[in-house]
T-cell receptor, first 111, second 117 residues
Framework: SQQGEEDPQALSIQEGENATMNCSYKTSINNLQWYRQNSGRGLVHLILIRSNEREKHSGRLRVTLDTSKKSSSLLITASRAADTASYFCATKDTNAGKSTFGDGTTLTVKP | DTGVSQDPRHKITKRGQNVTFRCDPISEHNRLYWYRQTLGQGPEFLTYFQNEAQLEKSRLLSDRFSAERPKGSFSTLEIQRTEQGDSAMYLC???????????????FGPGTRLTVL
């Protein structure tokens, strides 16, 4: 199974509401990244949080990392219809060059 | 456009044929990755290069798959004797790994969608 597992698998909200997605992982990590993917397109990097960081902000995005629980969350505030996409977390193991992705959360923001 | 590019964007082929995909990374990036993504799943790691050296290959990369990065710039991924199960989006990513650090933000290309009939 994938190292990162996102929860929930699907999320549907109204425009203006906040969206929270969670990611759990199993091994020690160097960093964790969140990506967005619009249907049929490549992945767009959103934010990277290092293992020694607990929280990071970028615009309407807020990411937290709890290494003791091996979990991360992505919060999108004041969501817009354009935020509709799949969101993936990816972990980079301490000794690995690759990133390992979960199966994503599909977010639908209704106008 | 200075991002990662992939060619072709779409490929339809018949079972048993060979296909080759190309990836051009961001020019100063020393690492290049190949991933495969099927519908409803996250990307699965296939292989990655640091400059021209192939440093890791997934067990998903059967002997029908081969990847090269001959001059440490662009890369090709070849699939021989394609099977219907090879139908997927093949994603390429690149990153710059400095000698002093390990932060590793990957930039993805748009992908090549392969359909094997």
């Amino acid at each position: 199974s994938q190292q990162g597992e996102e929860d929930p698998q699907a999320l549907s909200i109204q425009e203006g509401e906040n969206a929270t997605m969670n990611c759990s992982y199993k091994t020690s990590i160097n960093n964790l990244q969140w990506y967005r993917q619009n249907s049929g397109r490549g992945l767009v990097h959103l934010i990277l949080i290092r293992s020694n960081e607990r929280e990071k902000h970028s615009g309407r995005l807020r990411v937290t990392l709890d290494t003791s629980k091996k979990s991360s969350s992505l919060l999108i505030t004041a969501s817009r219809a354009a935020d509709t996409a799949s969101y993936f977390c990816a972990t980079k193991d301490t000794n690995a060059g690759k990133s390992t992705f979960g199966d994503g959360t599909t977010l639908t923001v209704k106008p | 456009d200075t991002g990662v590019s992939q060619d072709p964007r779409h490929k339809i082929t018949k079972r048993g044929q060979n296909v080759t995909f190309r990836c051009d990374p961001i020019s100063e990036h020393n690492r290049l990755y190949w991933y495969r993504q099927t519908l409803g799943q996250g990307p699965e790691f296939l292989t990655y290069f640091q400059n021209e050296a192939q440093l890791e290959k997934s067990r998903l990369l059967s002997d029908r798959f081969s990847a090269e990065r001959p001059k440490g710039s662009f890369s090709t991924l070849e699939i021989q004797r394609t099977e219907q199960g090879d139908s997927a989006m093949y994603l390429c990513a690149s990153s710059l790994v400095p000698t002093s650090g390990s932060v590793n933000e990957q930039f993805f290309g748009p992908g090549t969608r392969l359909t094997v009939l």
